[in-house]
């Protein structure tokens, strides 16, 4: 406990005392679906969970800590509460033993629809949307997605159209993720879809490569003040897409 309050405090998130002040909400498993059948990568689900009770509120960027068993899994939400359903996005994790993870695999495998959860809502005011009228980039790869669509989803819900999302995943085939969705906004004019696909013979590409052939595009983006934000591995990702 004292190890998670530095960290939160190092990340500017509030201080919270699980055993004085954290409130847990009761929720079902309502829907799960696998968003890149016959993948080259693990199994990445789409988890929807129903509240029990009144549906608490959140902001996009905020977080959901889920007790499972002894353990405790923070995930990005990846919805608004106007959706009517917390939903994440979960990668299945799997040991050099073929063992499942205790969080994903309960999550993605082994609960059965109906069962129930205690969910602890975290506030993540580093990760909210400013509140200026801005252009908005999104970046990220992967369960990053999780976050940046409920920030994506806040901007389309206020009505903005300058939107830009860059998004990487292993296979063009198999890992369009949410792609009805993502590519309904890019229909409306509400959303600038950039896929990127590190898995393909043609033109194997990873965010930060897309980000740098798109450096034009970039430096006007930001040039209106437009308020980037990043989600995924620190290591690897983050620290590229730093540098470019």
Known sequence: QQWRNRVDHLFGLPVVDDSATETATSWVL?????????SPGAAAWLIRLSPIAAMPQWQAGDLAQIRIGSLRRTYSIASLPEDGALELIVRQVVGADGQLGQGSGWLCRHAESGATLEVVLRPN?????????????????????????????QRQRQGHKDNWLIFGERCQQHDRWLAEELEGWAAQGTLTLDRCFSRTEERPEYVQHRLTSKADQLRQWVAQGACIHVCGRLAGMGNAIHAV
Request: proline share 8%.
């Open 30 to 38: 309502a829907e799960r679906r696998q968003l890149n059948p016959s």
């Open 125 to 153: 005011p580093q990760f909210h949307l400013v509140e200026l009228d801005t252009p908005s980039i999104f970046i990220g790869a992967g369960t990053g997605l999780a976050g940046l669509r409920s920030l994506i989803k």
